[in-house]
């Protein structure tokens, strides 16, 4: 039995932590990894081939990470329009947690980060392989119906203060433990 190799594409803030993530990525042997400079070229290259998972961050430059997923997920004419996406961003406010919803990012992972740790994030959401949303629905956001509602006090019982991840939705609520966006 053949394992298929999964595409990874990481498109991040800079030259430096783009090639350390992809070294990072590359190190497992089933990830094919590709790196991109800019969203033109992640475009063209979605244009022709497959990608398996996307990791984005949301501290780069041009438009917000949020405005290039929803472009991806409306697109028709790229290969791989529902593809899993891992954001990565140094905070996340309340309007960037709904943003991201209704694009349709899976997970946002804050940084700084080690880069292994969003090598597991990375192998989860493949084994996981779950997206927000369904295509062709015009609904991007994670299902919400049995949704327990979140607890208003400031601790968090479930999550270590040393998280990287900010949990969106309560225990059970979806499908990952690491800040499920769907």
């Known amino acids: 039995m053949t394992i298929r190799t999964k595409t990874i594409a990481v498109l991040a803030a800079n030259p ?3 090639a350390v993530l992809t070294m990072v990525l590359a190190g497992d042997s089933r990830l094919r990894v590709r790196p991109f400079d800019s969203e033109a070229e992640l475009f063209a290259y979605m244009d022709i081939a497959a990608l398996d998972l996307l990791v984005v961050d949301f501290d780069r430059a041009g438009r917000p990470a949020y405005e290039m997923v929803e472009a991806i997920r409306l697109d028709p004419t790229l290969v791989s329009r529902d593809l899993p996406v891992i954001a ?3 905070a996340i406010t309340p309007p960037m947690r709904q943003q991201s919803i209704s694009a349709g990012i899976d997970e946002v992972v804050l940084k700084p980060m080690s880069p292994r ?3 597991e994030r990375v ?4 084994v996981n392989r779950s997206v927000v949303g369904h295509l062709g629905s015009g609904y991007r956001g994670p299902e919400r119906r049995n949704r327990v509602p979140m607890p208003h006090s400031d601790i968090n019982p479930g999550r270590r203060y040393s998280d990287n991840v900010v949990p969106l939705f309560p225990e ?3 499908s990952s433990q690491h800040l499920p966006l769907g």
Do not use: F, W
């Not at 192998?123 to 493949?126: E, F, K, Y």
């Open 117 to 119: 740790h969003l090598l």
């Open 123 to 126: 192998q989860a959401r493949l």
């Open 172 to 174: 059970g609520g979806a």
């Open 16 to 18: 430096a932590l783009n």
């Open 88 to 90: 990565l961003t140094r």
